[in-house]
């Protein structure tokens, strides 16, 4: 019965995500579409958590769809509860920290990203999302400028290096204007 509920559970959540990915790609070609996880999606990974509490990746992905709809505070909640079973999630430590960003909590939003980088120093997500929070949030642009420049050395041909790149010679030019 356990084998046949992780099976239904395993197959909902790449069902759901093979519709996310479908969706993405018409976003991708259709200026309206707005982003986000539809309604019906989140009570579906909702019911699945209930059928499976002791699964992270259900809780996961409930966070992943309630943040995709910009639903934070109740992604922050279903990140916590798939991160008591699986701590070294970076990808889900990551997404929270970008949930606490969202309402708000800035220095949450750090703890998160640093958790992330303990786990895993060579994250590129983690430099840039905590850099983003440092710099612009925070006012601390010296650590801003840190982390992304540690974004470009762990992801040096990520899609965005140039923007990264662009925003620390802006940070820079502005930190030295400023003194």
Avoid at 28 to 55: D, F, H, V
Avoid at 69 to 83: D, N, P, W
Avoid at 116 to 126: G, L, S
Wanted: proline share 5%.
């Amino acid at each position: 019965m356990k084998n046949i509920l992780s099976i239904v559970i395993v197959l909902f959540v790449f069902m759901t995500f093979g519709c996310q990915q479908q969706k993405e790609q018409k976003q991708q070609t259709s200026p309206m579409a707005t982003p986000g996880t539809s309604p019906l999606q989140i009570e579906q990974l909702q019911a699945a958590t209930r059928m499976a509490p002791k699964n992270a990746q259900a809780w996961i992905s409930l966070g992943d769809a309630l943040m995709d709809s910009r639903r934070f505070g109740e992604a922050v909640e279903a990140y916590q509860k798939g991160l008591e079973l699986d701590p070294k999630n970076v990808h889900a430590r990551v997404d929270m920290g970008t949930c606490y960003r969202g309402i708000g909590q800035f220095d949450k939003a750090v703890d998160e990203y640093q958790k992330a980088i303990k786990i895993d120093p060579n994250f590129p997500n983690a430099h840039r999302n905590l850099a983003v929070v440092l710099s612009f949030d925070l006012h601390d642009t010296a650590q801003g400028i840190k982390e992304f420049n540690k974004y470009l050395e762990v992801a040096p041909n990520a899609p965005d290096a140039e923007a990264i790149r662009h925003t620390v010679r802006e940070l820079t030019a502005g930190k030295t204007a400023g003194k």
